[in-house]
């Protein structure tokens, strides 16, 4: 049996290229529709491959025809004498067959079975390389398409998952009244060195570490052998000011064993001075009143010798330029490098009205801050505010009545904490 393999354009043209070369006996086995791939998809039309098989005996049947063709054509062209040159003969055959049937014109008729044969071959070879070439190139395609799709679906839950974390920080931080312009800031901050693959853990400690830098370190009171410090306390009237020296006072002489001078200029206020004599008999420290700088001079002279001398002044309003100017006299009675001066600011005080106070106070001297009253506000971004926009260092805060307790250095991790909403 021969079986051959036969394309065309379409079904019926594949099938009349077997019937022609096998015989009309020829039996078609397989027909498969062939579309181009890889590369030969750009120029190449999809074909059709028609199986077609013959048993050897019926294929014969056209050879023989033809072999009597070529006897027909011999006796017409050549006397019977003359010796026949088969090779011309085959030629002429094959003419004649091209003119009577026109399935010789097309280009697809197999002249040479066996050269074509190694021609389809060889060309087969070819075209299964580059296909596979071709798979290959569209495998890794594929792969690399799916990669970077994965790769960006991770990217847009990182960055979701990382914005939804900054935002709600950014919530707490307002919540807590820390003021937007500070809250945006330090959310910037924290981006430009934030990993695209931080989890909330590191973030929360990226915030948490940046606030306790931004507080920065407690300016306490200091006592320095051999020299005296006079130390002014200064605020608006209430902000507990008189109570806040008393507790200083005492943690100083008790746990420092420092000795202790106090004097108040706060005549204005009824029983304050009377308030301050009771905390000095408690604590056995001398305390002097003073009305005018120039007694400051006195009292300069009187406590030479003592390790802190604890100056109350009277409230003054920051809208009060008489008063802002009395404050400033007292102050600068004492030369700047014996002094020292604490703001005293309440947390419950309004952030507009915090931040007028302090730009006061700095028209005046140079001062480090004190918040009082933690006890009586849920919110303390006021505390973060005023040091944002001072600069000045923190110092104490008090969070209560009760001397010498209710008093601390500036705990900024603590602050961070509840800045974040935790340890309420």
């Not at 306390?233 to 806040?244: I, L, N, P, R, W």
């Not at 008790?254 to 001075?273: F, G, H, N, P």
């Not at 102050?331 to 947390?347: D, G, M, N, Q, T």
Request: aromatic share 6%; hydrophobic share 35%; net charge negative.
């Amino acid at each position: 049996m021969i079986i051959k393999k036969f394309q065309a354009a379409t079904e019926n043209e594949a099938i009349m290229l077997a019937k022609n070369e096998l015989g009309k006996d020829a039996i078609v086995m397989n027909i498969k529709y062939i579309k181009p791939k890889g590369i030969y998809k750009l120029f190449k039309k999809a074909s059709v491959e028609v199986t077609a098989a013959v048993d050897e005996e019926n294929s014969y049947t056209d050879g023989k025809k033809m072999l009597s063709e070529i006897k027909k054509i011999n006796d017409n062209s050549v006397s019977t004498s003359a010796p026949v040159n088969p090779s011309l003969a085959k030629k002429e055959v094959l003419a004649v067959k091209k003119e009577e049937n026109p399935l010789f014109s097309n280009p697809n008729i197999i002249i040479e079975p066996e050269e074509e044969e190694k021609k389809n071959e060889s060309e087969t070879a070819i075209e299964q390389r580059l296909n596979e070439l071709q798979y290959l190139l569209e495998a890794q395609m594929k792969v690399k398409k799916e990669t970077d799709s994965l790769e960006r679906e991770q990217e847009e839950k990182t960055e979701s998952k990382n914005e939804a974390c900054i935002k709600l920080i950014s919530e707490k931080l307002i919540q807590n009244e820390v003021d937007e312009l500070y809250a945006a800031q330090l959310i910037k901050e924290i981006e430009k060195g934030l990993n695209a693959d931080a989890s909330v853990d590191n973030i929360l400690s990226t915030v948490y570490q940046k606030i306790i830098l931004k507080i920065g370190q407690p300016k306490p009171i200091e006592v320095e052998e051999g020299k005296t410090k006079f130390i002014y306390f200064v605020g608006s009237t209430g902000v507990g000011k008189t109570t806040t020296i008393a507790k200083i006072a005492a943690s100083l002489k008790l746990k420092r064993k420092a000795k202790i001078a106090m004097v108040t200029s706060d005549t204005y206020r009824i029983a304050a001075v009377e308030q301050l004599r009771t905390y000095a008999n408690i604590l056995g420290v001398p305390v002097k009143v003073v009305y005018t700088e120039t007694e400051m001079e006195d009292v300069k002279r009187e406590f030479t010798g003592y390790d802190i001398v604890l100056i109350d002044t009277a409230g003054r309003s920051h809208h009060n330029e008489a008063q802002k100017e009395d404050i400033k006299r007292l102050i600068e009675a004492i030369p700047k490098e014996e002094r020292e001066v604490y703001l005293v600011l309440s947390a419950t005080t309004k952030y507009k009205d915090l931040l007028e106070i302090a730009k006061t106070y700095e028209e005046i001297t140079d001062y480090n801050l004190i918040f009082t009253k933690l006890d009586e506000s849920d919110c303390i971004g006021n505390l973060f505010n005023i040091k944002m926009a001072t600069g000045v260092p923190l110092s104490y805060t008090t969070w209560g009545q009760n001397v010498p307790d209710d008093i601390g250095q500036i705990d900024a991790q603590n602050i961070a904490k509840k800045l974040l909403g935790g340890n309420r």
